[in-house]
Nanobody
Framework: QVQLVESGGGLVQAGGSLKLSCAAS????????MGWFRQAPGKQRELVAA???????NYADSVKGRFTISRDNAKNTVYLQMNSLKPEDTAVYYC???????????????WGQGTQVTVSS
């Protein structure tokens, strides 16, 4: 069973920074795409950023130039460095992996439990 353990959320003032981490455990051999989504109260879950196993990245327009996604394939971990945070970045941030391969199974579109990020004005 794959588990995604997220960390790094919290409360920060506008203009500040936070770094989220998400580690996939459970005998994971490889992961195709790792990413971060977020969901603010009353809004739909949206993609923040994603990175492929080859390093190709994709960002939401609202975070381009402020957030940076990276991954450590050896550790099956994805990071999201968030700078110049704004109150509108406040949301629950969810880690997502697609095609996480173990010896027994392939996990598609698999979610973490979420971590709260709150940006005060």
């Amino acid at each position: 069973q794959v588990q995604l353990v997220e960390s790094g959320g919290g409360l920060v003032q506008a203009g500040g920074s936070l770094k989220l981490s998400c580690a996939a455990s459970g005998s994971v051999i490889s992961i195709n795409v790792m990413g971060w989504f977020r969901q603010a109260p009353g809004k739909q879950r949206e993609l923040v950023a994603a990175v492929s196993s080859g390093g190709t990245t994709n960002y939401a327009d609202s975070v381009k130039g402020r957030f940076t996604i990276s991954r450590d394939n050896a550790k099956n971990t994805v990071y999201l460095q968030m700078n110049s945070l704004k109150p509108e970045d406040t949301a629950v941030y969810y880690c997502n992996v697609d095609r996480a391969r173990t010896h027994e199974l392939i996990y598609y579109n698999y979610w973490g439990q979420g971590t709260q990020v709150t940006v005060s004005s």
